[in-house]
């Protein structure tokens, strides 16, 4: 998307001139969807390919620009959005890397710092050299947020690639609800009582296809689109009360952040290990934990006496030939025994 300002001299009124800078930072995002984080890393060139109507709208209307960036109210709220828009955009391709209230703070002050050199360079560059200044300064606050995020990932994994396949996962949870049950191995009907949807998608598409008057569903991601049944909250971060939930269903969410930090040099392997039994804890009697993939290494400590664990082996697409099929999907049922 190319985004030029209004017309040079048109004024603008504070609503629009917010809409026009997210429009303005916003640009860079477009069309990036599917970078990896080693691209990231790099930062790579399309990052940095700015378009010159851009920066010379900025530039024209910098008065304006100038007096709404000076109310700190203002840069905070703008800080805080691009912010959030920025892990939104890197979480839809690197859902399994951890991310703590830490590095949201950090991202949140390395916005804030932009806007504050944004606003002593508008008001001491001139208009010859406010191109390459400004190009300057974007490039060294995106080497910053960079770092921040790269930070995520062991140093020895970037520009090697005996782990790329992890830092290149491109999963996404915007899967339709029939899939999702098939691949967890059940049929609509067996989802009742008190459900919860674990790493339900920015969407959650399984929550809310079951949201309905005989059904309690509850869907929780951290990059959910908050409603009714619909948390934004990372998971990872909760308590789980003991007890709370009739059936815990989690899709590509929960067993692949896992398989993560089984594999991952610079895991915490122990922690989510854990969160798997603190996940069987808020189980009622009864209850059952429904996952895909399985996770064999975990379920073989499961102590036989307080808990049932089944496999299901899946197939995916039982309309194509035998030939054709993806053999050993396994999705895994834990019932807590009453």
């Known amino acids: 998307m190319t985004m030029h300002g209004p017309a040079n001299g048109t004024p603008l009124d504070p609503e629009d001139l917010f809409s026009w800078l997210i429009a303005f930072f916003n640009a860079r995002y477009q069309g990036q969807p599917n970078k990896s984080l080693i ?81 002593d360079l508008l008001k001491t560059a001139e208009a010859r050299y406010w191109q390459s200044a400004y190009r300057m ?21 970037v520009g090697e690639f005996n782990y790329a396949w992890i830092y290149r996962d491109a999963l996404t949870s915007e899967y339709g609800p029939e899939w999702q049950l098939r691949m967890l191995g059940l049929k609509p009907e067996a989802v009742t009582g008190e459900v919860l949807d674990l790493g339900c998608g920015k969407h959650a598409n399984l929550a809310r ?65 854990a969160k798997f039994f603190e996940l069987l804890q808020a189980l009622k009697p009864n209850g059952r934990l429904a996952y895909f993939p399985a996770l064999p290494f975990l379920e ?11 496999h299901v082996a899946i197939d995916p697409l039982p309309e194509l030939p035998p030939e054709c099929r993806v053999p050993g999907l396994i999705a895994t049922h834990i019932e807590r025994l009453a």
């Open 39 to 119: 691209d990231v890393y790099k930062v790579h060139k399309d990052f940095m390919e700015w378009d010159s109507g851009q920066i010379d709208a900025l530039f024209q209307h910098r008065i304006q620009v100038l007096d709404w960036l000076g109310i700190q109210a203002n840069r905070d709220c703008l800080a805080n959005y691009l912010a959030g828009m920025t892990l939104d955009f890197f979480y839809q391709s690197r859902r399994l890397l951890p991310f703590s209230e830490k590095n949201l703070r950090s991202v949140q002050h390395l916005y804030r710092q932009a806007l504050q050199e944004t606003g």
């Open 300 to 310: 073989r400590q499961l102590p036989s006496e307080k808990f049932q664990c089944r």
């Open 137 to 157: 300064l974007l490039k060294c606050h995106l080497i910053r947020l960079h770092a921040v995020l790269a930070s995520l990932v062991a140093p020895g994994v």
């Open 209 to 273: 296809f079951f949201q309905a008057p005989k059904h309690s569903v509850t869907g929780i991601d951290r990059l959910a689109d908050a409603g009714a049944g619909v948390t934004c909250a990372d998971w990872f971060e909760l308590k789980f009360k003991p007890e709370r939930w009739d059936l815990i269903l989690s899709h590509l969410a929960f067993s692949n952040h896992v398989w993560f930090h089984y594999f991952s040099p610079q895991g915490i392997f122990d922690q989510y290990a």
